[in-house]
Structure formats: C-alpha cells, structure tokens
C-alpha cells in the first residue's frame, strides 16, 4: 500500500504498538484496512464461519480467553460473550469512513432485519461497489488480463534512464483507464461491456504504427505472450484435444502440472509474477509439446470422416498429394494440390486467426513445408511402407505418441504409404510453434 | 561505448515493464565465471536469533522510566555462540550451530543495516536492488546482464523478487528434474533414460520444420510492425535460437543419478540429503537444479527463495523452522557444488526484506523490526579474474543490544556507540544502497554501463573497506 510511507522509526515501533493509534504513522494505511478487515469479522483465519464460542464468532483464543480471565463487566475494553469484533480496536469496521454496527450492537439477525444483510461482507461489498473508486479499480484489475500486463506504476525518480519514456506511458494508461472508468459507469458497470471497450482499444488492437499515436507505441499491439493457462485452454479450443498423457484423456494437462512452472506459471506465494518474456527454456515447452502432441493429434483427425473433423474437413483423407508419386510407390494417390492448398489456408484461419487468400505466399511457404516432408518421404525406399509396421519407425528413429492405438493393423490410416500423414504434422507443428499461436 | 551512444540505444531498445535488450553472443554458451546466487528469506527474518544475535536489553520509555525487555527466549538457558579465530558471533537457535561450525570459514557478515521501512514490498525491493522504489534492477539480473550476454539462462529466478528494468530476461527454474529432462530433450520419447533413444519427429523432418520456423520469423521480423511487437519478436527469435544449448543441462541434472533419473547411494542429491532430514525440504530441489544450470555453464546468476519467516505468531517454533529450512539448504548448496565440482565459483548471498521487533508481541511472536543483516559467502582462496573476495571472518556494520542500526564513521566503519550519536553532525547508517555498492564490487561490475546507469547514490560511506 502506498498511502503513507511506513513506519521507519525504530523508537516508534518500540513504543507503539497498536497500529490503529492515529498519533502512529502506521495509521496512515490502517486506518483504510483495518475497517475492511472488521467486515470479515465472522470470518476465521482459515475461512471458517462463525467457528468460536458455540458458533457466536471467529476473534482471537487470547483475546477470548482475557475476556473471560477477568471480570469483563468491570472492563468495558474486553471481551463480552456475544461480541464479533474488538472493543479494544481503535478503527471500527466499516469502509472509506463510514462505519458499520458493531460489537454487541452488531448481529447478523439486527442486520439482515435493518438493511437486508445477512453478513458484514455483503455490507462492504455494497459499499465497495458504491465507491466511486470502484470503477477505476475495476478496470485496474482485468487490465492485465487483457493487455498482459499490469499498468505501469507512477515514475518518481527523475534521474532513471526511462523517466521520460515511463511518464509518457503512464499519463497514457492512467487517461485510458479513466475513460474506460467512465465508461463502465455510463454503462451500468456491466462487466460485459467494459471487456468490449477495452478489446476495442488501440492498445489492444494496434497492428501497425499508422494506427496509433507514438505515446503507446512501446506498450500497444501483438505479442502478449500466453499464459499457460490460456494455451491450454487454446489447444483444446482449436483441436479438441488436451495435451495430456496420450493413453489417459483423463490426465492431467501437462501445461498447467508437468511444465507449469516451466511455462511461466505461479503459485501466488513464492512464484507472483507471471513471466511475460519467453525463455528458451520455454520455448522447449513448445517444441516438446509439437513433439509430444501433433501425430496423434493429426491422426485422431483422419481417422474421423470429414464432416465430424475439427481442422482437416477440406481433404478427403490421406491419399490427397501434392503431386505424382514414384512409380514405385504403393498406395492410393490422388493429386489434389488445390485442396491441399485451401486446407493448409484454413489451417492458417483456424490456428493462426490469419484470413489467408489460397494463394497468399504464407499459404504456398507452408504448402512447401508439406511438399519437401512428404517428397523426402515418398521417394526414400525406407518409408514405402510406413507406418505400418507398428508405432515406431525403426528405419527413421520415429515413434508417434499413440497411446495404445495398434499400429500393426495394416490398415488405414496406420498404414500410410503415400506419406502424407508426417507431411500434414509438420505443418501443424509449424503453425502451433509460431508467434501467432503462442502470443496474442 | 560512449556513454551517451549507450544510453541512447538502451532508451531505444525500450526500458518499460516487460522489455528486454537482446544482444547475442559473441562465442558459444559457455560461461566458467563467478555464479552469483541471492538466497531470499522471505517474510523477514529474525537477525537476533541468526547472525546479529541479542539477548535482552533495557528500553527507556518516554517518560524517563525503564524496563528489561527480553529479546530471545533462547537466552535465558544458552549463551551466544562463536566462531574461533573470526569476528562473527551467532545465536544458539535452530541449526545455527551446525550452519556456522561447518560454514563460517566462507562468511562474511554485514550487520546493523539500516532498511528504513518494515513493510514487505518495500524492504524486499530495497533489500535486492539497493533502493525503495521500482526501477532498479536486483543484483543477480544486474550481474547476469553484465556476464551472460548470449546465454541462454544466464539469469535464473526461482520466483522472489526479481526485478530486471528491462535488461534481461529472468528463466524461472522451480519444477521437477524430470519434467526438465523432458525439455532439454525434448524430441526424446523417453528423456529419463538414456538407453531409450526413440525420437518423436525423424531428424530430418524437425531439420526441414526448423527451417521454415525460421524462414517464417524472419519474414514477420522483417514486416513493419510496432516497437512492442518487433521486441517480442525477437525475444521470441532468440528464445528458439538459444534453446539448442540447454541440452548440457542433461548431463548436471543427472549427477549423483543413475539413467534412470533415481538417486545412487552415497551420491549428493536432493533426494538422499532430504532422507537425512526429519522433515522434508523441497527447497533443495531447487537449489538442485540451479546448481546444474550453473554446472551446465549455461547461467551467471539465481535467486533462490524460502519463506515462512513472517512469524507475527508463535515466534520461536515457526522462525525455527523457517531457519532450519534455511540453513539445511545453504549446507546441500555447497555440499552439491562442491561435487558437481563448481564450488569455488559460488558466490552466496543471504537476507531478507527486513528483521523482527526486539522482543515478543502478545501472541508469542515477533513483528516487523527496519534493522536486517546479510550473510555473505565464498570458498576461501576462490577468487576469479573477475570480482573480489571477501573478507572472510569478517563483521561490517553494527547494532544496540536493543537491535538499532548504528551510525558509522564513514571513512573506517567503526560504528558509533547507541545514545552517542552527535546530533549536529549525524553519520550515515549501513543501507541497502551502500551494501548494494558492496555487491557490486565484489562482482567486479561498479563501472559495467549498467551499474553507472543504475547509479545507486550512495558515496557517503567508504564501501571499500568492506571490499
């Protein structure tokens, strides 16, 4: 808290020692939380309701025990039965000022008949809600969420080298907030449409600096690096699967356990800060995600008809190919290049979010990608038959993460002669190891 | 560089939240220097039961009264411990003695410094970067910039506070060995045994992927697109160039392990040192790891973090325990580096946010007290080609038995007895500024561009003393 610089003095800590004390300048910030904490009064420190003296309150075993020591009618600053908060405590419970019923006054029962509550925190919520600092706060606490990452606090030192940059971006943020502020209560304070505003920001939107002025440019456009939770969950959105234990869909999500932290988690008590550049090391969590997840992925795909697949519904099936095989070759080909290339565009769309024409040149690198694996692949003798064997190549040191599937069925699609299914994971692994997927 | 080129391009790559300058390396991922390593002690830690230790003393209150206040429980049935032949003293409480009868030889102690604050956010920040405010980076990034240009995670964090302002880019390494064996071979099918050498993806299929990835960076680097979005670009370009090296973490994640990734008897690891513990220790997982990316020649400089030292309650069984979770750690350090053969390039740094009051609340425990020390420390006789040593056996700084931070003579640091300050003409006290001047030496980076432009305005005390 930044109210008040605190206590520096070792002579005051020594004689001080109730931080509500208005001559202490420990007051400064407690005279803000410790009303707030007098309104989670029935509360415990572990959460539990109302769990002392025949259910009747949560104040501390000492304080109770005091009370009950000495002959509490004669000290009015002790603990009497039926009391919830502190008689001793200097700054009664209530928010910004007002103060709530407390003490013996103070029951739920009186509550809920005078003004509708059935709990002190319903009370300070209702007064949290109708703060006018509500609404900034608001948009300071999803503000991370949307832009990734906090707003930048006030510059106070005038000699840091980014003195004069950090103060540009801060009177930039602190106008956007306000205004979105006031527009979250033009609006009711619909949480909805405050989103909506805030995606509608240039901040948020900027893809090229013609869109913006120069005082966001260091802040504003794409690259907001996702968080594990967040890829997690865009896996599963864009392929239905989970990145877990291939034999268990029930498993766990590797990216939110095995890798978590590896990926930028944290744990809100050592680990609070989310990690906003990559790391090689996660840049390792990707690639063993590709190598992990993709063939199975791809293959799950295409053992689905067309119509009941999430991304490979332009192809008919494997035995699409960019071109004319080797005369040697066994299988089925069907030259299809105009379908391989508007499915490879709808890959774009599906997994990048890039609306691509067919003949866009991103399209035709990717088609490349697809045409060079399978042409090594087709005119290599050691793949005229693979895979079929079983989930490993021995020929190739390459194994597909099956997770119990039977490769030895000689059947489609295990068994795929025309080579095709290694060419289409590596052009999902390409596509879901780019910026675009990883970043928003 | 001249130093105004040097700013210019700093202000250009972009200081703000988030940023980082990337400059790649001029040689291979291959650092044999110093490792500096800040052991955090979170929740602030109590100095009088460690290395400041305090007994009792007499307050005089405001009204011209007196009273004996007890500082430590402890010292009413033990006495103060101390280190034959060196200045440090130490307060008989939880492992301390084991810590110091098996370490002292490589401390360094400074006392007294005055933190200025008792809260949290604000001691942590002044604690690990030398100033209240936000804006400079900690030491370990400092020093990690300085050194690690081009390695792929010359700064480590295991969470804590770990600001960087921007000049580089913090790996968090807290997880499990195993998971990281996965990552470091991460097209292995089975990365936990070294005889099962199946592949996911044909090596020439990742080689023909690997190159487009690359082609396709290349072009979105080379498209007009805002300052932001070119700098996490290329964060992102380098984050994949640099992966390649982190394979040498295999081998140092492996040491005292057979292929299997289990623990061979007899071997230093984390695992057969927690089996000698009566409770279980997942800081030295941890340590574990950090000292194999140090081994691996691939990291400069980590933060370590353990907590549970906010004891406003039940002070003396709670900050025990924090500091036996603590001194058990920095014992498996050295023991581990010392095996994995790095033990001579350990620089060792231990503090904490701030200290605990002088004496007991009424709920047994102790609450936030702006007098803290720090412990360093360094294998005799290791010096580098870079950095100093320090001055082993060594107490810099001082405190009252009451636990104030005494005023120094800022030429030789003697400390000026409490009650004897002369008020016309006060002396600095010890600050985490001046100790930051102290790390700064001791890492041979004073005058690296960065520590100049981080300028720590603390010149009021003769640091050179110290080192």
Same mark, same amino acid.
């Given at each position: 808290m930044a109210s008040i610089t605190r206590a520096q003095d070792p002579d005051e800590l020594t004689n001080f020692t109730n931080p509500g004390d208005i001559n202490s300048s420990c007051y400064g910030c407690h005279k803000i939380m410790d009303p707030i904490a007098g309104a989670f009064q029935s509360y415990g420190d572990f959460g539990e309701y109302l769990h002392k003296e025949a259910g009747t309150t949560t104040l501390s075993n000492v304080y109770i025990r005091d009370g009950k020591r000495w002959n509490n009618q004669d000290n009015p600053l002790r603990f009497h039965p039926g009391?919830?908060?502190?008689? /001793?405590?200097l700054i009664p419970p209530g928010f910004n000022d007002k103060h709530m019923n407390t003490s013996q006054d103070y029951w739920y029962k009186t509550l809920q008949r005078k $003004?509708?509550?059935? #709990?002190a925190t319903q009370w300070l919520a209702n007064e949290i809600v109708n703060d006018e600092q509500f609404l900034s706060g608001t948009v300071k606490f999803w503000y991370p969420a949307i832009f990734g990452s906090d707003p930048i606090s006030v510059p106070v030192n005038t000699n840091d080298p980014d003195f004069d940059q950090r103060s540009q971006i801060y009177l930039y943020q602190q106008t956007l907030i306000n205004k979105l502020a006031q527009n979250f209560k033009f609006r009711k304070m619909n949480l909805k449409d405050l989103l909506v505003d805030m995606v509608l920001t240039d901040q948020y939107r900027a893809l090229d600096r013609l869109d913006i002025n120069t005082n966001i440019e260091l802040v504003?456009?794409?690259?907001v690096l996702l968080t594990p939770e967040q890829l997690d969950r865009k896996i599963y959105a864009i392929t239905l699967h989970h990145w877990n234990n291939m034999s268990n869909p029930d498993s766990n999500h590797k990216l939110l356990n095995d890798f978590y932290y590896y990926y930028g988690g944290i744990d809100s008590d050592e680990i609070d800060k989310r990690t906003r550049d990559i790391t090689s090391l996660m840049s390792l969590v990707i690639q063993r995600m590709n190598a992990e997840f993709s063939c199975r992925m791809v293959m799950d795909e295409f053992v689905l008809p067309r119509g009941d697949r999430r991304l490979f519904t332009v192809v008919d099936d494997l035995s699409s190919v960019p071109a004319l095989a080797p005369d040697t070759a066994e299988g089925v080909y069907k030259i299809d290049l105009d379908n391989i290339r508007h499915q490879i565009a709808k890959l774009h769309f599906d997994i990048l979010g890039e609306q691509l024409d067919d003949q866009d040149p991103e399209v035709s690198f990717t088609l490349d990608l697809f045409t060079q694996v399978w042409t090594k692949r087709i005119n #290599? /003798?050691?793949? &005229?038959?693979?895979? &079929?064997?079983? &989930? $490993? #190549?021995m020929m190739y040191n390459e194994y597909c993460n099956t997770g119990g599937v039977d490769w030895d069925r000689n059947v489609w699609p295990y068994k795929n002669p025309e080579q095709t299914l290694k060419a289409w994971q590596a052009v999902v692994i390409y596509l879901m190891s780019d910026f675009k997927f990883i970043y928003r | 560089m001249q130093r105004r080129n040097f700013l210019k391009s700093f202000s250009a790559a972009g200081l703000v939240a988030g940023t980082s300058i990337t400059q790649k390396a001029l040689a291979a991922a291959d650092y044999e220097g110093p490792i500096f390593i800040t052991l955090q002690a979170r929740g602030g830690w109590d100095v009088t039961s460690l290395c400041d230790p305090k007994t009792s003393y007499v307050l005089t209150n405001r009204d011209g009264t007196t009273e004996n206040i007890l500082v430590n429980r402890w010292s009413e049935t033990l006495e103060i411990g101390e280190v034959t032949g060196s200045e440090i003293k130490y307060a008989p409480f939880a492992q301390n003695e084991k810590l110091f009868t098996n370490h002292a030889e490589k401390m360094m102690i400074l006392n007294g410094i005055d933190m200025q604050t008792n809260s949290h956010q604000a001691g942590t920040i002044n604690t690990w970067s030398g100033r209240f405010s936000e804006g400079l980076p900690t030491f370990t990034a400092l020093v990690a910039q300085a050194y690690g240009?081009?390695?792929?995670?010359?700064f480590v964090s295991n969470g804590g506070y770990a600001a960087t302002s921007g000049i580089i880019s913090p790996t968090l390494l807290a997880g499990n060995s195993r998971r990281l064996r996965d990552l470091v071979t991460p097209n292995k099918v089975n990365s936990n045994s070294l005889s099962d050498t199946r592949n996911f993806i044909a090596q020439s299929n990742l080689s023909i992927i690997n190159q487009f990835k690359q082609d396709r960076l290349d072009r979105l680097l080379a498209r007009n697109g805002l300052p932001f979005t070119q700098k996490v670009l290329n964060q992102f370009s380098s984050a994949q160039s640099d992966q390649n090296d982190l394979q040498y973490l295999q081998d140092e994640i492996l040491h005292g392990r057979d292929e299997n990734g289990d623990d061979i008897v007899g071997e230093v690891t984390a695992g057969n040192y927690n089996a000698t513990l009566s409770y279980n220790n997942q800081f030295l997982d941890q340590i574990e790891l950090t000292l194999a990316a140090g081994a691996a020649n691939l990291m400069v400089a980590a933060d370590l973090t353990t907590g549970g030292f906010d004891t406003h309650g039940n002070h003396d069984n709670s900050q025990a325990n924090a500091l036996r979770t603590l001194t058990d750690g920095v014992d498996f350090l050295w023991k581990k580096a010392e095996a994995l053969g790095i033990d001579n390039r350990i620089r060792l740094v231990i503090s904490s946010e701030f200290s605990r009051t002088p004496k007991y609340n009424d709920s047994n425990g102790k609450d936030h007290w702006p007098v803290n020390s720090m412990i360093f420390m360094q294998k005799p006789g290791?010096?580098?080609?870079?950095g100093r040593e320090i001055k082993y056996g060594k107490v810099f700084g001082a405190s009252s038995d009451g636990h104030r931070a005494l005023q120094l003579n800022p030429t030789d640091l003697s400390a000026i007895q409490f009650g004897s300050e002369d008020e016309n003409d006060p002396k600095p006290t010890l600050q985490p500024k001046h100790v930051h001047r102290v790390l700064r030496r001791w890492a041979g980076i004073e005058n690296d561009p960065f520590s100049e432009l981080f300028d720590l305005d603390a010149g009021d005390l003769n640091v050179e003393q110290i080192i």
């Open positions: 009391d919830t908060w502190y008689r /001793d405590n $003004e509708n509550y059935v #709990d504003a456009g794409q690259g #290599d /003798d050691n793949f &005229s038959d693979v895979p &079929s064997q079983n &989930s $490993e #190549d | 240009q081009g390695l792929p995670m010359a290791a010096v580098a080609t870079t």
